[in-house]
């Protein structure tokens, strides 16, 4: 008889190793899913059980862009710590900011799942230890107040011009998308700070096309991050995915390291002010404070991160204000008390008043630019967050929006009262036992946002020139803010404004 080839034997083997594996598979995912939920050191925190042993819960809300708010709806059913996934717990109590995040848990809390710009070259956003502190020690050189109070003029100059157009589109039938305009305003401002180059979108009306590449760079970051949790798919999902916005991604950062050199080329000049002014002072008194490839990525981290966030700030905290027209009256009144002409308002002129700092505050509060984690990992020998025994290696995080929107943390959260904000005596009673030091926007510690001083003075800066001069009225309600989708940062609908001169 003639024997049967191997090929043939292997052949039909096929189908039966493949059962194997598929039994061996279901077996082992039964047994860790018994194991997640009943014996694992995390088995007691609260959570619903289909997040304790699956990732998948978690990735289809963040692909829908809705995680932030299922966090925040798992918060309100379970309690101040909840399970989001087998491998992470949030928190949203008032210490738990502290705890991971402050001093001295700092030191041993590494960041989780931050993705390195350039491999080798360190950058502000994930270094650790003594890199970070080195590039932090330049960068808050070019942060500080009187770096600010230096750079105002760059600040002032952008804003005229967007009160220019602003006036421009006073009075006319056709509402406009003030988003739109505030994303120009930001983008250009943060462009003439990092490489004494604005975007010019303002002049030119309409957006850079790097501006452009780089907010569907955002949300290709975010479907790549989202597309890891669910593991053997993770190939075919990118495939299928917005593959080609994440390859242009590439042209960012290209861009930002060509603009850095052309900036450097530069010659000194009294008045640009610029980061790279502080940070090469820095690097001329103490020697290799930071690497021109650090410069580099640096600059390609900052675009992003102080562009975005303000046009959202600005949007967030003007949608809020239309909407509520008791406090924009009271804005203002603190602004006519203050100021008889716009030219009067300045930073330091804008230092001394509680309420618009007030609005910003509780604009960030219910409209956070980053409003989902900052995710650390537990070192090995575990550690005590919010009074609860975490074991090393879990991801833990506080979410902005589930901890700021929580009852247990603002009586009302639904409700946008700047006075929270205001000294006790002003404050309302029902308002009095708010845990404020829950919202903290920029996070906290010595990794906590290098540009928040810039931030409020921008915002401050723009709100009160744009509310002392103009009327602006709501046109519709497409930005309402419980609908968005949050791809990394908010995915921001038209803010629908028509304009009037108010004198
Ligand atoms: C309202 C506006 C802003 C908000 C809400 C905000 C929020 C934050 C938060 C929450 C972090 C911590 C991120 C983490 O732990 O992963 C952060 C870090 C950072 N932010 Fe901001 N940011 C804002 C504006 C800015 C601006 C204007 C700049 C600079 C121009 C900036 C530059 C940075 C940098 C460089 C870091 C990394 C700091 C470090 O790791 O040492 N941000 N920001």
Known sequence: MDSIPWTTVSYLLVP??????????SAYYVLSAVYIVTLSPLAGIPGPKRRKFSYLPCAFASLKGRESYAVRDLHDKYGPVVRVSPEMVSFI??????????????????????????????????????????????LNRAFSEKALREQEHHLQGHIDLFM??????????EPINIVQWFEFLAFDIIGTLAFSSSFHCLENQRYHPWVTLLMNF??????????????????????FGPIRDLIKGREHFRRSFQKVQERLKMPDNDRRHDFWTYISRQNQEKQGSMSIREMEVNAAILIPAGSDTIATTLAGCCYLLLKNPNTLARLRIELTEKFTSESEITMVNLSGLPYIKAVVNEGLRMYPPLSGDLRREVPPEGATISGQFIPGGVIVSVYALAAYDSVSNFAQPYRFTPERW??????????????LEVCQPFSVGPRNCIGMNLAYLETKLILARLFFRLNLELMDDAFEIGKQRVFIMREKPPLRVRLSHRM
């Open 218 to 239: 955002f949300k290709s970051v975010h479907y790549f991050l989202t597309a890891k949790k669910f593991g053997i798919l993770f190939p075919i999902l990118i495939i």
């Open 164 to 173: 220019e157009r602003m006036e421009q589109r006073c009075d006319q039938v």
């Open 422 to 435: 205001l000294t006790t005596d002003e404050r309302p009673d029902w308002t009095k036992n708010d845990h």
């Open 93 to 138: 109590g008032p210490t738990a900011w502290k705890d991971i995040y402050g001093y001295p848990a700092v030191k041993k809390f590494k960041k989780s799942g931050y993705l390195q710009l350039r491999p080798g070259v360190p950058d502000v956003l994930t270094a650790n230890g003594v890199d970070h502190a080195r590039q932090r020690a330049a």
């Open 16 to 25: 039966e190793l493949v059962k194997v594996l598929a039994i061996l598979y």
